[in-house]
Antibody
Framework: QVQLQESGPGLVKPSGTLSLTCAVSGGSISSSNWWSWVRQPPGKGLEWIGEIYHSGSTNYNPSLKSRVTISVDKSKNQFSLKLSSVTAADTAVYYC????????????????WGQGTMVTVSS | DIVMTQSPDSLAVSLGERATINCKSSQSVLYSSNNKNYLAWYQQKPGQPPKLLIYWASTRESGVPDRFSGSGSGTDFTLTISSLQAEDVAVYYCQQYYSTPYMYTFGQGTKLEIK
């Protein structure tokens, strides 16, 4: 059973860069899945940040694209998120999640999620 | 921007009764190439990540009880819980995928409680 685990600093200073990693266990990151980041501000709804395929292909939320970089490290079976120029509005629980293929058709939904990690932007 | 609007924002239903949550998209999520609606439903309990219940508007994820069902096409969708159980208390989100621009968007959530 594939499991995802987020890790990274829980506190980031304003104007700094938020960096998180998602470790994939129980399966290979090189399998036919897209690997995503989703965030949830305290008490609010969900926002998709972006995704990556093991080939390195990426898709980003247009509203965050200028500040987001998602990368993959196949040797460590993990993928990472960098969000630059952060402000208090970036304070949220950050989740990594999987978008799988059903046969040859992508389901375009998130079927496995990490437990999430809280990141606070504050000086 | 594509907007997903859920209704109601909150809902109180008696145990054993039917619960219905609606989701409306500002643009169609039906793809004529494969006749699939890219609309999913999630359940989120406090302190937990969301759990996928339904994808392709009506396909139940493996292990999800059959009291959960999804319906609809194009821009209007519904999640139905046929007989509410205590463990169904949660916030429910719809989510759509749109290819141009490439984007996943979630509804604002519906809080389901026991009456």
């Amino acid at each position: 059973q594939v499991q995802l685990q987020e890790s990274g600093p829980g506190l980031v200073k304003p104007s700094g860069t938020l960096s998180l990693t998602c470790a994939v266990s129980g399966g290979s990151i090189s399998s036919s899945n897209w690997w995503s980041w989703v965030r949830q501000p305290p008490g609010k709804g969900l926002e998709w940040i972006g995704e990556i395929y093991h080939s390195g292909s990426t898709n980003y939320n247009p509203s965050l694209k200028s500040r987001v970089t998602i990368s993959v490290d196949k040797s460590k079976n993990q993928f990472s998120l960098k969000l630059s120029s952060v402000t208090a509005a970036d304070t949220a629980v950050y989740y990594c999640a999987r978008v799988p293929y059903f046969g040859v058709v992508i389901i375009n939904a998130f079927d496995i999620w990490g437990q999430g990690t809280m990141v606070t932007v504050s000086s | 921007d594509i907007v997903m609007t859920q209704s109601p924002d909150s809902l109180a239903v008696s145990l054993g009764e039917r619960a219905t949550i609606n989701c409306k998209s500002s643009q169609s999520v039906l793809y004529s190439s494969n006749n699939k609606n890219y609309l999913a439903w999630y359940q989120q309990k406090p302190g937990q990540p969301p759990k996928l219940l339904i994808y392709w508007a009506s396909t139940r994820e493996s292990g999800v009880p059959d009291r959960f069902s999804g319906s609809g096409s194009g821009t209007d969708f519904t999640l139905t819980i046929s007989s509410l159980q205590a463990e169904d208390v949660a916030v429910y989100y719809c989510q759509q995928y749109y290819s141009t621009p490439y984007m996943y968007t979630f509804g604002q959530g519906t809080k389901l409680e026991i009456k």
